[in-house]
């Protein structure tokens, strides 16, 4: 008895998208409720405040990483883009420079987390930032995550687009979605935590 599950590139009538399109949208939508959650705590506990502190965080450093991540979308779509022409050796480099930039992100976000920790700024000094640690310390995790999917794709993963190149294809479509999903929040942290 065969117990796999075939993998399908058709869409489903019912939807109009493919099993795996639905797949990855049902699971961003459980990391918007995560992150929706996160976001509402953070404005109730600021409205609540007496007071709330102001430019603690390095703007600079922000702004440079909200460049790197926004470059990150547009080289993880181009990844994609050169599969639909056929054209794998592109797809590759682009999908490269995507780990790449995410990497530069996560070292900036290393010196910023340091320069905190170096001058006693630790989450435990006050609820701005263990807000701030949380909600960016998450954000990495799934900018992490990304990396490890991407690194599959370039890496081992790769040998999928010989057998199949429109499974191949769809797949990156869907880490694209999830990549673009990652880059939304920050777009969203960035002004919430840096400049408000």
């Known amino acids: 008895m065969d117990m796999n599950i075939p993998y399908t590139v058709e869409e489903r009538p019912d939807t109009g998208l493919t099993n795996g399109k639905l797949g990855i949208w049902l699971f961003l939508a459980s990391e918007v409720m995560l992150f929706g959650a996160l976001f509402s705590t953070y404005i109730i506990l600021r409205m609540g405040a007496p007071e709330w502190p102001h430019g603690e965080l390095n703007v600079v450093l922000g702004t440079i990483n909200t460049i790197i991540l926004i470059g990150s979308s547009m080289t993880m779509v181009m990844a994609w883009a050169s599969l639909k022409m056929h054209d794998f050796g592109k797809h590759r480099l682009y999908l490269i420079a995507t780990v790449v930039l995410s990497l530069v ?16 700024e630790l989450p435990s000094k006050s609820t701005f930032l263990a807000i701030y640690f949380t909600l960016t310390g998450l954000h990495g995790l799934h900018i992490l995550g990304g990396i490890i999917v991407m690194l599959y794709f370039i890496g081992p993963g790769a040998s999928l687009y010989k ?28 002004p919430v935590l840096y400049l408000l």
Do not use: C, M
């Open 105 to 120: 992100f996560l070292v900036n976000k290393y010196f910023e987390y340091a320069a905190h920790f170096a001058s006693g």
């Open 163 to 190: 057998r199949n190149p429109e499974q191949f294809t769809n797949r990156i479509e869907y880490t694209g979605l999830y990549w673009h999903f990652v880059d939304l929040v920050w777009i969203f942290l960035f």
